[in-house]
């Protein structure tokens, strides 16, 4: 992550227009659902690929995010959100009480499930396979099939939607009003702009695999004073379906050339039994 805090150029938010976003039915990326429609998406820098090291095929991009717009836009850049200073700063620490006075509030308690098809590949904490073992799982993962919408865990204001955090694609940081970030990773698209508020359940973004990520899936992590903490007992009704046994993937040799029989998955969840072989990377 630090590599992420020194990459990298600062973000300026452009204020684009006078609308803020207008729901549509749209049937281009998910065919019969109802996804949000930016007036306008941030210009993208194509695929964003790295070009050597050791994730050389992995890519930030495309990138593919609403741009800031209207009164919403113009807030978001008056309290400094939206930028990649202010991304480190959720990432390190806490958010800055003005941002957190900007949240709306929490719509129920715990955390909604984020995608209502998706399926738990891997939980919290050590459950890394191969060199990366040792350094802890910061969220869970989430399978699912490109495009599949991803809703708000809980109410808030988004901080950052772009993707210059390396390794985490297109992201997406919502700060809720009791100071938490939940922090949606890979995204293929994001809908909303730093500065706009999110319901609980609001569909936000679409799943993908943008960033460092094996597979398509939502990597999602949940922060408190800027430290990641397990998600996982905090929804309130994830569902059942989320929690069967996933067929076996065929496994990338080369990045998980060992594997443990322990279980992957942060023990709590006994549901949680997933033999996937998805190795992502965030
Ligand atoms: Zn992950």
């Known amino acids: 992550m630090l590599v992420a805090l020194l990459m990298g150029l600062t973000y300026v938010p452009q204020i684009v227009g006078a609308e803020g976003v207008r729901l549509a039915r749209a049937g281009s990326e998910t065919a019969g659902a109802a996804l949000p429609k930016p007036a306008a998406w941030q ?13 050389k095929r992995f890519c930030a991009g495309p990138r593919r995010v609403a741009a800031p717009r209207g009164a919403a836009g113009r807030l978001g850049q008056q309290l400094g959100l939206g930028s990649r200073k202010a991304a480190s700063q959720l990432l ?8 957190v006075a900007h949240a709306p509030p929490a719509a129920a308690p715990g955390l909604a499930w984020p995608v209502d098809e998706g399926k738990f590949w891997r939980g919290f904490g050590n459950v890394r396979r191969g060199p990366k073992r040792k350094q802890g799982h910061k969220g869970i993962d989430v ?10 865990v809980q109410s808030g204001i988004v901080a950052y939607a772009d993707n210059e955090l390396t390794g985490y694609g297109n992201v997406l940081m919502v700060i809720h009003a009791d100071g938490s970030v939940a922090l949606y990773a890979h995204c293929k698209a994001i809908f909303v702009f730093a500065g706009q508020t999110v319901e609980r359940g609001q569909i936000v973004a679409l ?14 992590e949940y922060r ?22 996933i067929p076996h993937r065929r496994r990338n040799r080369a990045e998980s050339p060992a594997r443990s029989p322990r279980s992957q998955v942060a023990a709590k969840s006994a549901a949680a039994t997933s033999r996937s072989s998805h190795v992502a990377t965030q």
């Open 92 to 99: 390190l620490g806490s958010p800055d009480p003005e941002w």
């Open 207 to 220: 799943v993908g695999h943008t960033g460092i990520a094996r597979g398509t899936h939502l990597h999602f």
């Open 43 to 55: 210009p993208s820098r194509g695929r964003e690929c790295r070009n050597r090291g050791r994730y």
């Open 224 to 245: 408190r004073r800027g430290r990641p903490r397990d998600p996982l007992p905090l929804f309130t009704e994830p569902p059942q379906s989320a929690f069967a046994a």
């Open 143 to 152: 399978g699912a099939t490109e495009s599949s919408p991803i809703r708000a």
